[in-house]
C-alpha cells in the first residue's frame, strides 16, 4: 500500500506543468537524437546535460530519462527503415526489422518496435517500483566471475546468427573478439594493436564499426533500383500500420521474455542494454515456433531486442539510484548530473529525496505514455523516408553516418574508422562473412578478457572459480546447454521420427 | 567465386598467425594469471584455424553451389562511396565538414543517377543548412571550420 | 600515400590562393598583445567523457565563473575524449602553444600517459595555472567483512601470502600506487585487482568478491552513511572534514603515503606572465564563492589552492611517485 501511495505521490510531482513539459521534451528529443546515425542515449543525454543545470533536480533528472528511454526506442528507426543501427542496442533489431522492411512491413515493424518498448518499459518501471532496494543485493552479487560466465552466455547467440556459412559466422566473431583487444591494457595500461595511434587507446568504439558494417555496407551493397522499397499509398492508413494479431500472438511471449531478461541485464554494472538485446534476440531464436525464419524478417525478431533494451534502460537506474554505480554509459552520465544537483544517490536516497525518487518513477509512466502517443503520430512520416528516391536517401544518410561517428569523439578519426569498416562491411557482404557476429563479439569481448583475468587475480589462477560459485557456474551451465540445445533437439526429433516411421 | 574464397581465407590465416605473433611482444603470463598477451594469442590461432574450413570447402562439392558473388556493376556504388567520402577526410582540413559533406552529397546523388541538376545542387546545400542546424545550433558539436569560417 | 601528399599540395595551393584574395580571415592565434586579455572566449578542453570526475569538476567550475561574471568572455567547454586524455592534452600543448585561451584539466593519467609512453605531452609542456582542491581517497571494506581497522586486515595479510585482493580503477592509477606503496611500507604480499571504473571497483567492494578497495569519499559516502561500506583509511595528509571526519589517515596508521588526486587548470607552456597572473586571478575569484565552497564541501574535496608555482613543484612530486611505482606496475 505504501508504495502505490508514494505512486501517487510521484505522480502528482510529475504532474507538474513543468516537469510535464521537461518530460515531453526529453522523450521528443532522445527519440530524434536516438534516430540519428550515431547518436545515442549517452550522446544526447551528455548534450543535453548542460540545459538541465538551470533546472531543479527532479525536472532535470526527468529530463534525462526521457532522453534515455526516448533514444532506446529512436534507434529502432533508422536499424528498420535503413538498416543503420542508431546505437548500439539497436543492432539486433536491424536483423529482423530490415529483412521486414524490404517485405513492405516497414509500418508494422515500426509499430512493434514501439509497442515492445513501452510494454517492456512500463513492466519494468513496475518491477523497479516494488523491487529496487531488494534487486541492488542482487546486482552486487555479480562479481568477476559471474561476468565472465555472462559473457560467454553472450556469446553462444552467435551460433544462431552464423547464416548460411557456420565456419565464416565463427571467423567473424573471433576476429570482433580480437578488436575488442585494441587499445590500452586496463591491468598495465600498456597499448595493445594500437599501431603507434593514440586514437585507439580507448579501444575500437562500438559505434564506428556498426555504423561501418551495417549501414555503409547496406549503401553500397545496395544502391541500385533493386533494393528500392516501394511502399503503397493505400497502405500507409491506420490499422494497416499497426502489427496484426498474428504478430501480436507472435510477439507477445518474446516481448514478456525479452523485457525480463533486459531489466535484469540492464541492472548489472557495465552490462547493459546491449549485450540484454544480444542475449534476448538469442533466447527468442531459440524458443521461437519459427527459429530457422529468424533473419528474414520475422516481427518476433524485433519485439524481443526492442523490449528488451527499453526494459534495460530502467533496469540500469535500479543500481545507479540505490548504490549510485551506473549501470551503462548512459547512467554515468545521468550520475555526474546528480552529484552536480548535490544528490547523493544510494541506499539513503529513498529515505531523504522521496519526492525526487518518486517523482521520477512517476514521470517514467508518463513518459511511456508520451512515447506511445509520438511513435504512433510518426511512424507514417517516418514511412515517407523509403519513398525517397535511393540514391537521394543513400547521400544523406551517408552524410549522417559521417558527421554522427565524427561527434562521438568530436574527431576525425572516427569518421575514418567508419569509413574503413563500410569498406570492410562490402567484402564481408559479398563473401557472406556476417556482420552480427563481430559486432556482438567486439561488445562482449572486452568484459570478456578483463573479468576472465580479474577472476584469475582473484582465484591465483585456479580457473575452477568460474564454476565453483553458484550465480556464476549455473550462468555457465545454461550456455553450456545453450550449446547443446540444437545438438539434443536434434537426436530428440531423429529418435520420435525413428519410432513413428 | 571459389578463387575468392581461397583468397579470402588465406588473408585470414596471415592475419590471424600475424595476431599472434605480434601478441608475442606481450606478456602471456603475469604471476600466474593470463597476461595482456592471452587472449591475442589464442584468438590468432583460432582465426587462422577457423579460416581453413571456408577454403577446404571449396575443394569438395558444395563448392559448384556457390554462385559469384561479384557482379560487374558491383563495384560502381563502392567507389562512388568510399571515395567520395575519403575525399571528405582529405578536404575537412580546408573547407570544414560540412562543406566537405556537402560536396560529398552532391557527388553520391548525382553519381548514383539522380538525372535533375537542380536536385543535386539542392542537396549540396541543403543537407549543410541542415546538418549544421542540428549538430552546431542543437547539440553544439564543434565540428572542423575550413577558410570559410564555417 | 604519394597521391596523398600531392593532393594535399594541390589544396594547400588553393588554400593560400584563398587566402590572399578573401583578405587576411586566417590569422594566426599567436600570443595577443596583453592590454586587452581576454578578448575572446576561452576555450576549457575536458579530455575525458561527459560526466565523469574531471568534467563535473570543471562544468561546476565554469557555472561558477558564469553566474558571478567572474570572466569577461565565456569559456566554452569542449569534450575531447580519447587515448586516457592524451588527445585532449596534446590538442592543447602541442596544437596550440602559447596559446592563453586554451585551457585544460589534470587526472592521474596526466602524469601516467608520458611516463608509460602513451602521451606525447608531459607535465612540462604545461603552464600550471592554479590547483583549487585534492580528491582524497579512501580504502574500504564491505560492512559485512571481518576487517575492523587497518591494521587487522594487514596483520591478516601478512599471515596469508596473496589471499587478500584489493579492487581499484585500472592499473595506472592513484588506486594502484596507493596500493603498491602499501605493499611495500607494510610488507604484506597483496594481491591487485584493476578495474574499469569507480562503480565496478564499489560493486566489488560490496559484493566482496575483493577484500577492500579503493574509492573516492564522493562516490562511497552514501554507502558509509547506508552503513554498506566502512572505510579503514584515508589517504590524504590530514582528515577529511565532515561526516568522514572519523577516519584515520594513513599516517596515523603507520604508513608514510599521502596519496590524493589533485584538481586544477593548466594552459599550453609559454604564457606570459601577465596571462598567468590574469587566470590565477580569475580562478582563484571563482574559488572564493560560496557555490564553489559548497561543491567542494558536498563532494568531500579539500580545499588546497595552490598558485601556479607550487602547483608546478607539486606535479613535479606526482611524477616522480608516479615514476618510481610504474617498474612495480608494470612488470
Same mark, same amino acid.
Given at each position: 500500500?505504501?508504495?502505490?501511495?508514494?505512486?501517487?505521490?510521484?505522480?502528482?510531482?510529475?504532474?507538474?506543468?513543468?516537469?510535464?513539459?521537461?518530460?515531453?521534451?526529453?522523450?521528443?528529443?532522445?527519440?530524434?537524437?536516438?534516430?540519428?546515425?550515431?547518436?545515442?542515449?549517452?550522446?544526447?543525454?551528455?548534450?543535453?546535460?548542460?540545459?538541465?543545470?538551470?533546472?531543479?533536480?527532479?525536472?532535470?533528472?526527468?529530463?534525462?530519462?526521457?532522453?534515455?528511454?526516448?533514444?532506446?526506442?529512436?534507434?529502432?528507426?533508422?536499424?528498420?527503415?535503413?538498416?543503420?543501427?542508431?546505437?548500439?542496442?539497436?543492432?539486433?533489431?536491424?536483423?529482423?526489422?530490415?529483412?521486414?522492411?524490404?517485405?513492405?512491413?516497414?509500418?508494422?515493424?515500426?509499430?512493434?518496435?514501439?509497442?515492445?518498448?513501452?510494454?517492456?518499459?512500463?513492466?519494468?518501471?513496475?518491477?523497479?517500483?516494488?523491487?529496487?532496494?531488494?534487486?541492488?543485493?542482487?546486482?552486487?552479487?555479480?562479481?568477476?566471475?559471474?561476468?565472465?560466465?555472462?559473457?560467454?552466455?553472450?556469446?553462444?547467440?552467435?551460433?544462431?546468427?552464423?547464416?548460411?556459412?557456420?565456419?565464416?559466422?565463427?571467423?567473424?566473431?573471433?576476429?570482433?573478439?580480437?578488436?575488442?583487444?585494441?587499445?590500452?591494457?586496463?591491468?598495465?595500461?600498456?597499448?595493445?594493436?594500437?599501431?603507434?595511434?593514440?586514437?585507439?587507446?580507448?579501444?575500437?568504439?562500438?559505434?564506428?564499426?556498426?555504423?561501418?558494417?551495417?549501414?555503409?555496407?547496406?549503401?553500397?551493397?545496395?544502391?541500385?533500383?533493386?533494393?528500392?522499397?516501394?511502399?503503397?499509398?493505400?497502405?500507409?492508413?491506420?490499422?494497416?500500420?499497426?502489427?496484426?494479431?498474428?504478430?501480436?500472438?507472435?510477439?507477445?511471449?518474446?516481448?514478456?521474455?525479452?523485457?525480463?531478461?533486459?531489466?535484469?541485464?540492464?541492472?548489472?554494472?557495465?552490462?547493459?542494454?546491449?549485450?540484454?538485446?544480444?542475449?534476448?534476440?538469442?533466447?527468442?531464436?531459440?524458443?521461437?515456433?519459427?527459429?530457422?525464419?529468424?533473419?528474414?524478417?520475422?516481427?518476433?525478431?524485433?519485439?524481443?531486442?526492442?523490449?528488451?533494451?527499453?526494459?534495460?534502460?530502467?533496469?540500469?537506474?535500479?543500481?545507479?539510484?540505490?548504490?549510485?554505480?551506473?549501470?551503462?554509459?548512459?547512467?554515468?552520465?545521468?550520475?555526474?548530473?546528480?552529484?552536480?544537483?548535490?544528490?547523493?544517490?544510494?541506499?539513503?536516497?529513498?529515505?531523504?529525496?522521496?519526492?525526487?525518487?518518486?517523482?521520477?518513477?512517476?514521470?517514467?509512466?508518463?513518459?511511456?505514455?508520451?512515447?506511445?502517443?509520438?511513435?504512433?503520430?510518426?511512424?507514417?512520416?517516418?514511412?515517407?523516408?523509403?519513398?525517397?528516391?535511393?540514391?537521394?536517401?543513400?547521400?544523406?544518410?551517408?552524410?549522417?553516418?559521417?558527421?554522427?561517428?565524427?561527434?562521438?569523439?568530436?574527431?576525425?578519426?572516427?569518421?575514418?574508422?567508419?569509413?574503413?569498416?563500410?569498406?570492410?562491411?562490402?567484402?564481408?557482404?559479398?563473401?557472406?562473412?556476417?556482420?552480427?557476429?563481430?559486432?556482438?563479439?567486439?561488445?562482449?569481448?572486452?568484459?570478456?578478457?578483463?573479468?576472465?583475468?580479474?577472476?584469475?587475480?582473484?582465484?591465483?589462477?585456479?580457473?575452477?572459480?568460474?564454476?565453483?560459485?553458484?550465480?556464476?557456474?549455473?550462468?555457465?551451465?545454461?550456455?553450456?546447454?545453450?550449446?547443446?540445445?540444437?545438438?539434443?533437439?536434434?537426436?530428440?526429433?531423429?529418435?520420435?521420427?525413428?519410432?513413428?516411421? | 567465386?571459389?578463387?575468392?574464397?581461397?583468397?579470402?581465407?588465406?588473408?585470414?590465416?596471415?592475419?590471424?598467425?600475424?595476431?599472434?605473433?605480434?601478441?608475442?611482444?606481450?606478456?602471456?603470463?603475469?604471476?600466474?594469471?593470463?597476461?595482456?598477451?592471452?587472449?591475442?594469442?589464442?584468438?590468432?590461432?583460432?582465426?587462422?584455424?577457423?579460416?581453413?574450413?571456408?577454403? *577446404?570447402?571449396? /575443394?569438395?562439392? #558444395?563448392?559448384?553451389? &556457390?554462385?559469384? +558473388?561479384?557482379?560487374? =556493376?558491383? $563495384?560502381?556504388?563502392?567507389?562512388?562511396?568510399?571515395?567520395?567520402?575519403?575525399?571528405?577526410?582529405?578536404?575537412?582540413?580546408?573547407?570544414?565538414?560540412?562543406?566537405?559533406?556537402?560536396?560529398?552529397?552532391?557527388?553520391?546523388?548525382?553519381?548514383?543517377?539522380?538525372?535533375?541538376?537542380?536536385?543535386?545542387?539542392?542537396?549540396?546545400?541543403?543537407?549543410? *543548412?541542415?546538418? /549544421?542546424?542540428? #549538430?552546431?545550433?542543437? &547539440?553544439?558539436? +564543434?565540428?572542423?571550420? =575550413?577558410? $570559410?569560417?564555417? | 600515400?604519394?597521391?596523398?601528399?600531392?593532393?594535399?599540395?594541390?589544396?594547400?595551393?588553393?588554400?593560400?590562393?584563398?587566402?590572399?584574395?578573401?583578405?587576411?580571415?586566417?590569422?594566426?592565434?599567436?600570443?595577443?598583445?596583453?592590454?586587452?586579455?581576454?578578448?575572446?572566449?576561452?576555450?576549457?578542453?575536458?579530455?575525458?567523457?561527459?560526466?565523469?570526475?574531471?568534467?563535473?569538476?570543471?562544468?561546476?567550475?565554469?557555472?561558477?565563473?558564469?553566474?558571478?561574471?567572474?570572466?569577461?568572455?565565456?569559456?566554452?567547454?569542449?569534450?575531447?575524449?580519447?587515448?586516457?586524455?592524451?588527445?585532449?592534452?596534446?590538442?592543447?600543448?602541442?596544437?596550440?602553444?602559447?596559446?592563453?585561451?586554451?585551457?585544460?584539466?589534470?587526472?592521474?593519467?596526466?602524469?601516467?600517459?608520458?611516463?608509460?609512453?602513451?602521451?606525447?605531452?608531459?607535465?612540462?609542456?604545461?603552464?600550471?595555472?592554479?590547483?583549487?582542491?585534492?580528491?582524497?581517497?579512501?580504502?574500504?571494506?564491505?560492512?559485512?567483512?571481518?576487517?575492523?581497522?587497518?591494521?587487522?586486515?594487514?596483520?591478516?595479510?601478512?599471515?596469508?601470502?596473496?589471499?587478500?585482493?584489493?579492487?581499484?580503477?585500472?592499473?595506472?592509477?592513484?588506486?594502484?600506487?596507493?596500493?603498491?606503496?602499501?605493499?611495500?611500507?607494510?610488507?604484506?604480499?597483496?594481491?591487485?585487482?584493476?578495474?574499469?571504473?569507480?562503480?565496478?571497483?564499489?560493486?566489488?567492494?560490496?559484493?566482496?568478491?575483493?577484500?577492500?578497495?579503493?574509492?573516492?569519499?564522493?562516490?562511497?559516502?552514501?554507502?558509509?552513511?547506508?552503513?554498506?561500506?566502512?572505510?579503514?583509511?584515508?589517504?590524504?595528509?590530514?582528515?577529511?572534514?565532515?561526516?568522514?571526519?572519523?577516519?584515520?589517515?594513513?599516517?596515523?596508521?603507520?604508513?608514510?603515503?599521502?596519496?590524493?588526486?589533485?584538481?586544477?587548470?593548466?594552459?599550453?607552456?609559454?604564457?606570459?606572465?601577465?596571462?598567468?597572473?590574469?587566470?590565477?586571478?580569475?580562478?582563484?575569484?571563482?574559488?572564493?564563492?560560496?557555490?564553489?565552497?559548497?561543491?567542494?564541501?558536498?563532494?568531500?574535496?579539500?580545499?588546497?589552492?595552490?598558485?601556479?608555482?607550487?602547483?608546478?613543484?607539486?606535479?613535479?612530486?606526482?611524477?616522480?611517485?608516479?615514476?618510481?611505482?610504474?617498474?612495480?606496475?608494470?612488470?
Amino acid at each position: 500500500m505504501e508504495t502505490l501511495q508514494n505512486l501517487l505521490f510521484g505522480l502528482s510531482v510529475a504532474n507538474d506543468p513543468m516537469n510535464l513539459l521537461y518530460c515531453l521534451v526529453g522523450v521528443v528529443f532522445g527519440t530524434l537524437v536516438g534516430a540519428l546515425p550515431g547518436l545515442g542515449p549517452a550522446a544526447g543525454i551528455a548534450v543535453l546535460l548542460p540545459l538541465t543545470f538551470g533546472a531543479n533536480p527532479i525536472s532535470g533528472i526527468i529530463m534525462l530519462t526521457g532522453i534515455y528511454y526516448g533514444a532506446m526506442y529512436g534507434g529502432s528507426i533508422t536499424s528498420i527503415l535503413i538498416n543503420t543501427p542508431g546505437d548500439s542496442a539497436a543492432v539486433m533489431t536491424t536483423l529482423d526489422g530490415y529483412p521486414l522492411a524490404k517485405k513492405g512491413r516497414a509500418a508494422q515493424a515500426l509499430g512493434m518496435a514501439a509497442f515492445a518498448s513501452i510494454i517492456g518499459g512500463t513492466i519494468s518501471v513496475i518491477a523497479f517500483m516494488f523491487l529496487a532496494p531488494a534487486l541492488a543485493v542482487f546486482a552486487v552479487r555479480f562479481g568477476p566471475p559471474e561476468y565472465f560466465s555472462l559473457m560467454v552466455l553472450g556469446l553462444t547467440t552467435i551460433a544462431g546468427m552464423t547464416g548460411k556459412y557456420p565456419s565464416k559466422g565463427f571467423i567473424s566473431a573471433l576476429v570482433g573478439l580480437f578488436f575488442a583487444t585494441v587499445g590500452l591494457d586496463l591491468m598495465q595500461g600498456i597499448p595493445r594493436f594500437t599501431f603507434g595511434s593514440m586514437h585507439l587507446y580507448e579501444g575500437l568504439d562500438f559505434i564506428p564499426v556498426a555504423m561501418g558494417l551495417f549501414g555503409i555496407a547496406e549503401i553500397l551493397t545496395c544502391g541500385t533500383e533493386e533494393c528500392t522499397i516501394k511502399i503503397d499509398k493505400k497502405d500507409v492508413t491506420w490499422r494497416k500500420l499497426l502489427p496484426s494479431k498474428e504478430d501480436w500472438k507472435f510477439s507477445l511471449p518474446h516481448i514478456f521474455r525479452g523485457t525480463g531478461i533486459g531489466f535484469f541485464i540492464g541492472m548489472l554494472p557495465g552490462a547493459g542494454a546491449t549485450i540484454a538485446s544480444f542475449i534476448s534476440y538469442g533466447v527468442a531464436k531459440k524458443t521461437s515456433k519459427r527459429s530457422e525464419e529468424f533473419g528474414t524478417g520475422v516481427i518476433e525478431g524485433v519485439a524481443a531486442p526492442e523490449s528488451s533494451n527499453n526494459a534495460a534502460s530502467i533496469g540500469a537506474m535500479v543500481p545507479m539510484l540505490t548504490l549510485g554505480v551506473p549501470g551503462s554509459g548512459s547512467t554515468a552520465i545521468m550520475l555526474g548530473a546528480l552529484m552536480m544537483f548535490g544528490l547523493r544517490p544510494g541506499p539513503m536516497l529513498f529515505e531523504n529525496n522521496p519526492d525526487f525518487v518518486w517523482g521520477l518513477i512517476g514521470s517514467m509512466y508518463i513518459g511511456n505514455i508520451f512515447l506511445l502517443i509520438l511513435a504512433i503520430l510518426a511512424v507514417p512520416l517516418f514511412i515517407k523516408i523509403l519513398n525517397v528516391p535511393r540514391p537521394i536517401l543513400n547521400a544523406t544518410v551517408m552524410s549522417f553516418i559521417l558527421i554522427g561517428s565524427y561527434s562521438l569523439n568530436n574527431s576525425m578519426f572516427d569518421v575514418g574508422l567508419t569509413i574503413g569498416f563500410g569498406a570492410l562491411g562490402f567484402f564481408m557482404k559479398k563473401m557472406d562473412y556476417p556482420a552480427a557476429p563481430m559486432v556482438l563479439a567486439l561488445v562482449l569481448g572486452i568484459l570478456l578478457e578483463t573479468s576472465l583475468r580479474q577472476s584469475m587475480i582473484i582465484s591465483g589462477g585456479n580457473p575452477m572459480i568460474f564454476f565453483m560459485r553458484p550465480v556464476s557456474g549455473s550462468i555457465l551451465g545454461i550456455s553450456i546447454l545453450a550449446i547443446f540445445y540444437p545438438l539434443i533437439k536434434k537426436a530428440i526429433q531423429s529418435y520420435q521420427k525413428s519410432r513413428t516411421a | 567465386m571459389r578463387i575468392a574464397n581461397r583468397i579470402v581465407s588465406f588473408l585470414i590465416i596471415l592475419s590471424g598467425l600475424f595476431l599472434t605473433f605480434q601478441s608475442s611482444n606481450l606478456d602471456y603470463m603475469v604471476d600466474g594469471t593470463p597476461g595482456p598477451g592471452f587472449m591475442p594469442y589464442w584468438l590468432g590461432i583460432s582465426i587462422a584455424l577457423v579460416a581453413f574450413i571456408p577454403a *577446404v570447402k571449396t /575443394f569438395t562439392k #558444395f563448392a559448384s553451389k &556457390l554462385a559469384n +558473388p561479384f557482379k560487374a =556493376g558491383d $563495384f560502381t556504388n563502392f567507389f562512388i562511396v568510399i571515395g567520395s567520402s575519403t575525399l571528405v577526410m582529405i578536404i575537412t582540413p580546408v573547407t570544414g565538414l560540412l562543406v566537405a559533406l556537402g560536396l560529398m552529397v552532391g557527388v553520391i546523388a548525382k553519381l548514383m543517377g539522380t538525372q535533375s541538376w537542380k536536385t543535386v545542387i539542392g542537396l549540396t546545400v541543403c543537407t549543410p *543548412v541542415l546538418l /549544421f542546424g542540428i #549538430f552546431v545550433k542543437v &547539440l553544439s558539436v +564543434p565540428l572542423p571550420k =575550413g577558410i $570559410f569560417g564555417f | 600515400m604519394k597521391r596523398n601528399t600531392r593532393w594535399m599540395a594541390m589544396i594547400m595551393a588553393c588554400l593560400f590562393a584563398l587566402t590572399t584574395v578573401v583578405g587576411c580571415s586566417g590569422k594566426a592565434d599567436a600570443p595577443q598583445a596583453q592590454a586587452n586579455y581576454p578578448e575572446k572566449p576561452f576555450e576549457m578542453i575536458v579530455p575525458m567523457g561527459a560526466g565523469g570526475g574531471s568534467d563535473v569538476f570543471i562544468r561546476t567550475l565554469t557555472k561558477v565563473i558564469a553566474d558571478n561574471k567572474l570572466s569577461p568572455k565565456p569559456i566554452v567547454v569542449v569534450n575531447k575524449p580519447g587515448g586516457s586524455g592524451s588527445i585532449g592534452w596534446s590538442y592543447v600543448a602541442n596544437d596550440h602553444k602559447g596559446d592563453p585561451y586554451e585551457l585544460s584539466t589534470v587526472s592521474s593519467s596526466f602524469y601516467t600517459g608520458p611516463l608509460s609512453g602513451q602521451s606525447p605531452v608531459s607535465y612540462k609542456d604545461f603552464t600550471h595555472v592554479i590547483a583549487l582542491c585534492v580528491d582524497p581517497n579512501l580504502l574500504l571494506v564491505s560492512a559485512d567483512s571481518k576487517y575492523q581497522t587497518l591494521a587487522e586486515l594487514l596483520a591478516d595479510a601478512k599471515a596469508n601470502p596473496e589471499k587478500i585482493s584489493a579492487a581499484g580503477s585500472s592499473g595506472l592509477s592513484v588506486d594502484a600506487i596507493t596500493f603498491y606503496s602499501l605493499q611495500e611500507k607494510s610488507g604484506a604480499k597483496m594481491k591487485y585487482v584493476p578495474f574499469g571504473g569507480g562503480g565496478e571497483v564499489m560493486t566489488a567492494i560490496m559484493g566482496q568478491h575483493t577484500t577492500f578497495g579503493f574509492l573516492g569519499p564522493s562516490e562511497a559516502a552514501a554507502q558509509i552513511e547506508a552503513g554498506k561500506l566502512r572505510a579503514l583509511a584515508v589517504t590524504t595528509e590530514k582528515r577529511v572534514s565532515g561526516e568522514l571526519k572519523d577516519i584515520p589517515t594513513l599516517k596515523e596508521s603507520g604508513f608514510d603515503i599521502v596519496m590524493a588526486q589533485t584538481r586544477g587548470i593548466v594552459a599550453p607552456s609559454g604564457l606570459s606572465a601577465e596571462n598567468v597572473k590574469y587566470l590565477e586571478d580569475m580562478f582563484a575569484k571563482a574559488a572564493a564563492t560560496p557555490e564553489w565552497k559548497k561543491f567542494v564541501a558536498d563532494n568531500f574535496m579539500e580545499e588546497t589552492i595552490m598558485m601556479s608555482e607550487e602547483f608546478t613543484k607539486e606535479s613535479e612530486t606526482m611524477s616522480t611517485m608516479f615514476e618510481k611505482y610504474l617498474g612495480v606496475i608494470g612488470k
